[in-house]
Structure formats: structure tokens, C-alpha cells
């Protein structure tokens, strides 16, 4: 679409060609285009972020001084202007110009009160941890996944798609990750005091920001330490972003923390272009199966195609598997009938908080008694 609008502003501003002393007008159009796609792309890669923007600006800058090899172009005969269309043009150009900067200023000031409200929450303690299930076929919960959550004091639950990219920019995500890591050393603790539970793992996201930090694995050894927890119960998620620099000292820190006892999972498996290569390269215990396929598995044979052969590779490894986003029946049993034993989603449970959390297992302990 980015391209299409330059493509088009370029050749309606080379048709545009200047008659009876009247000047172009139509590159005024490419000002708001350029700014429109920096603001739109100011998160992606460097080619939409500053390539881009920068070649429109300079299409922009060549119509407005009036380059000489500009006036060879005649795509189309010359339609006699008005000093109007030409008043037209230059308007809406500026004008659009000014509402994508009011935009981008909007934005950012957005940006900036939630970064603040992002560290007073950590100050408050408005930050709390849910823990998904994960389970076998028969509901057997051998572990879960600590997904955090912030309950603002304003507005309430914020989605962590909405402030968990920030914090990665703002660097927020270190302090944030290492008290997440902190919770759940603490729960693993809290756990292993019941023969129930003892048996429990806790993964947890680890972003790519916190990851590349050069202390980041004395950080982690510290945490488990010092909160008593065996490292066996905890179980770090990396996505294959967090793999893309400098693969030996990637190798270097997973390795001295898997011979620390932690374990590692390839988490989002399949979206990425670099999966076999990670999987060769690095030492991970565990593959988690994107949602992405299990929610359309029984509607698309191709998703099915992709989790079984995922399925088989992941056993071929020797590594674990494990399926998230399952919720319905048939998934789970389509899922079993491909080898996968091993289930995350809200079929088995969803998200809940560690006191909600301990009362199901209560009640499950009580029933097995019951029977007993």
C-alpha cells in the first residue's frame, strides 16, 4: 500500500506538468505520503522506517525546486490548469501534512503517559501474575505458564499486546522480567511444599531485550538462589527474535543455564524462518506449537499438515511438545491422534491467579480422596 501511493502521487505529479506559468501542485501530496509512512512503519524494519520516507521526501523535494529532467517528462497531453486546482493541491497537501502530525504527536504523548503509568504500576505493585495449565490428554496438569498481567489503577486490565511492546522499547521489560522470574522462583517454592503440586514447572516468557543483557545469566542464577526454588521448576520461553544476535553467545548463556538445571522451549515454533536451524543450534528440551495452527486446524488441512510434521520432528529430536491455544474437543483429539500429548489452553483451564489456582487443585486432591 506504501508503495502504491508513492507510485501513484510520483506519476500524477510527473502528468502534472506546469502550463501558462503555472507551477506543479500535485507533489504536494507526497508531504503527507512520506509522513504517513513514518508514522504508520516507525516500529518495523529500517527499509519502512527510514528508506522509504526519506525517498519520498527527496520525490517531494526534487518537484518542489523544479529539477530540469522533471520538465521532460509529458506522461499525457497537458490539461490547462487553473490557479484554483493549483490552490486545491497546495491546501490539501498541508493540511493532510498537519493531521498526521497532530496524529503522530498524539501518539506519542500516549506513548509517553503509558511508559509513566508503566512505572508507577511497578512502584504500586499493579503488575500480578496469572498461571495457565498445562496438561495431558486426561487433564493431567504437570505444569503451567506464568503470564503476566497489569490491572491499572484507572483504566483497569490493559491487554499486554498493548504495553508489552512499549516495554521492550522503554527497557521497562528488564525490571518488569526480572520480578516476573522473582514471582515465580517464589511460587515454585510455595508449591513444592505440597506433595500435590511439588511436582508443578512454571515457564516464563523471557523477551529478547532482557535476554541480550550481558549480566542476564548471573541475574537468573541469583533469582533462583536466593529464592530457594530447584531450577528443574522453572522453564524459560525464548522466540526465535531473541536468537538473532550473535548466535555463540545465544549458545553460550542457554547452555550455562540449562547446566544450571533450567529448561528451555522454543516458543511461537513455525512462524519464524530460522526454526531448524535453532533447533539444531541451540539446546532447547521443548517445542510449543504456535496457536496460529491450532486454531484453524480442522478448517485448514494444510495447518494439520504443518503441526504433524512439526510433531515428527520434534520426536525424531528427542525434544518435548507442547500445543497451545487448544479449546475445543476436537482439536485436542486430532492433536493426540498426531502424537502430540502435551496441551495448553483454555480447553484445560484458563489463565487464573496462583490462590484461584491452589483452590482447583484442593478440590481435585478432596475428589481423588473422595474416591479413594
Not at 506559468?21 to 527499509?47: D, H, K, Q, T
Not at 528508506?51 to 521532460?72: D, E, G, K, R, Y
Not at 496457536?291 to 503441526?307: K, P
Request: net charge negative.
Amino acid at each position: 500500500m506504501a508503495h502504491a501511493l508513492v507510485f501513484t502521487v510520483t506519476m500524477s505529479s510527473l502528468s502534472d506538468v506546469p502550463v501558462d506559468a503555472l507551477p506543479r501542485s500535485v507533489y504536494m501530496n507526497m508531504l503527507p505520503v512520506s509522513a504517513a509512512i513514518f508514522f504508520l512503519f516507525n516500529r518495523e524494519g529500517i527499509y519502512l522506517r527510514v528508506i522509504l520516507p526519506v525517498l519520498s521526501l527527496l520525490i517531494f523535494l526534487a518537484f518542489s525546486i523544479n529539477v530540469p529532467q522533471l520538465s521532460h517528462f509529458e506522461l499525457i497531453a497537458p490539461v490547462p490548469p487553473s490557479m484554483a486546482g493549483v490552490w486545491i493541491n497546495n491546501i490539501t497537501g498541508i493540511v493532510a501534512t498537519a493531521i498526521v502530525a497532530v496524529m503522530m504527536q498524539a501518539n506519542i504523548n500516549a506513548r509517553r503517559t503509558m511508559e509513566s503509568d508503566m512505572r508507577r504500576g511497578i512502584a504500586r505493585g499493579e503488575f500480578h501474575l496469572h498461571y495457565q495449565p498445562q496438561a495431558d490428554r486426561h487433564g493431567a496438569v504437570f505444569g503451567v505458564e506464568a503470564l503476566l498481567r497489569w490491572n491499572h489503577s484507572a483504566r483497569g486490565n490493559v491487554s499486554p499486546m498493548e504495553f508489552i511492546p512499549l516495554a521492550e522499547e522503554t527497557g521497562l521489560v528488564i525490571p518488569i522480567g526480572d520480578w516476573v522470574l522473582r514471582m515465580a522462583c517464589a511460587q515454585l517454592v510455595q508449591w513444592s511444599k505440597s506433595p500435590e503440586t511439588a511436582h508443578l514447572t512454571i515457564a516464563v516468557n523471557v523477551s529478547a531485550v532482557q535476554f541480550r543483557q550481558p549480566d542476564f545469566v548471573e541475574q537468573v542464577k541469583s533469582i533462583v538462589l536466593v529464592s530457594g526454588a530447584r531450577p528443574e521448576g522453572l522453564k524459560l520461553e525464548l522466540t526465535e527474535s531473541a536468537l538473532a544476535e550473535d548466535p555463540d553467545v545465544v549458545l553460550e548463556r542457554m547452555q550455562a543455564l540449562r547446566d544450571f538445571g533450567i529448561q528451555w522451549s522454543l516458543d511461537d515454533f513455525g512462524t519464524g524462518y530460522s526454526s531448524l536451524s535453532s533447533l539444531k543450534r541451540f539446546p532447547f528440551d521443548q517445542i510449543k506449537i504456535d496457536q496460529s495452527f491450532i486454531r484453524d486446524l480442522l478448517a485448514d488441512g494444510r495447518n494439520m499438515a504443518i503441526v504433524d510434521t512439526i510433531i515428527r520432528l520434534a520426536q525424531s529430536l528427542d525434544l518435548a511438545i507442547i500445543a497451545e491455544g487448544v479449546e475445543t474437543e476436537a482439536q485436542l483429539k486430532a492433536l493426540h491422534a498426531a502424537g502430540c500429548p502435551h496441551y495448553q489452553g483454555y480447553l484445560f483451564g484458563k489463565p487464573l491467579p496462583a490462590a484461584e489456582l491452589d483452590k482447583i487443585f484442593l478440590s481435585e486432591r478432596k475428589a481423588v480422596r473422595a474416591f479413594g
